[in-house]
C-alpha cells in the first residue's frame, strides 16, 4: 500500500504555466528567440532545465538566464493557481495519516511565497525546493524520513518526474494536468498515468478498499 507521496509542484499541485510560459518566453525574447506557444512549450521543455537552456540558448550563462527568469516570472500578469482536485488531494492525504512531501525544481523564494499564500505548509513533512536535477536528491528524501521504497510514490507531471522515480526505486504516478505533452509523459513510461489528481484518489481509494479487505500490506501492481 502507497504511505508515502513525494508530490512535484508546479502543474502538480499548482498550475502555474501561464506565468513560467510568460517568464521563459521573456528571456527568450532578450536573446531575439521566438516565443514559443503553451503546446511547443509543453513538447520542448523539460528538466532539468539547464538542458533546456543548454538546447535554444547554448552561449548563455545558466546564472544569467535564471536572473532574468526569477525578474520576468515576478512580473508576469498570469497568475497561480490551484489547480483542481489539489487541495482535495492533499486533504486527504492528511486524513488518512498519509505521509506527503514536495519536490520542486521552483526557485526556493518562489515556492516558498507560494506555500504561504495557499496555506498549505501543514499538509508537507518537509518540503525540498530549487533541486534542478531530482534524481540527485530522491535518495537522501528516502534515507532521511525512512520512506519504504515500495510504499513510496512520486507523483510528477514531467519526464523528469518519472526517471527521479525509476532512479529512487519508487512508484511513479504521471499527472496530465501539466508541463509535459502526454506523449513526451508516456515516453518516459511511467507506472500509472491519470488525467488529474481526482482520479487518483478515487483510484487509490479503490485500492486501498481491495488491499485492506484482501491484504492489509498489499501493494498496486
Ligand atoms: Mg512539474
Not at 513510496?152 to 508541463?179: K, P, Q, W
Request: charged share 25%; proline share 4%.
Amino acid at each position: 500500500m502507497l504511505r508515502n507521496f513525494i508530490f512535484d509542484w508546479s502543474g502538480t499541485l499548482v498550475d502555474d504555466l501561464g506565468p513560467v510560459l510568460e517568464a521563459t518566453n521573456a528571456v527568450l525574447e532578450k536573446y531575439g528567440i521566438a516565443a514559443l506557444d503553451r503546446e511547443a512549450f509543453r513538447r520542448r521543455f523539460r528538466l532539468p532545465y539547464r538542458e533546456f537552456y543548454a538546447e535554444v540558448l547554448p552561449a548563455v550563462r545558466l546564472e544569467e538566464l535564471e536572473g532574468h527568469f526569477r525578474q520576468a516570472f515576478a512580473r508576469a500578469a498570469t497568475p497561480v493557481t490551484v489547480l483542481p482536485h489539489a487541495r482535495e488531494k492533499l486533504e486527504w492525504c492528511s486524513a488518512l495519516g498519509l505521509r506527503a512531501f514536495v519536490l520542486t525544481a521552483m526557485d526556493t523564494a518562489a515556492f516558498e511565497l507560494q506555500l504561504e499564500d495557499f496555506g498549505w505548509r501543514h499538509h508537507f513533512e518537509a518540503t525540498y525546493s530549487g533541486v534542478l536535477d531530482k534524481r540527485e536528491m530522491i535518495h537522501r528524501i528516502l534515507a532521511t524520513h525512512g520512506l519504504v521504497s515500495a510504499e513510496t510514490a512520486l507523483v510528477g507531471d514531467m519526464a523528469h518526474d518519472v526517471e527521479t522515480a525509476r532512479h529512487g526505486g519508487i512508484f511513479s504516478i504521471a499527472v496530465l494536468t501539466g508541463y509535459n505533452h502526454a506523449e513526451v509523459l508516456a515516453a518516459a513510461q511511467p507506472d500509472l498515468t491519470v488525467p488529474d489528481l481526482g482520479t487518483l484518489r478515487e483510484l487509490l481509494d479503490k485500492w486501498r478498499g481491495v488491499s485492506c479487505a484482501s491484504d492489509p500490506a498489499g501493494i498496486p501492481s
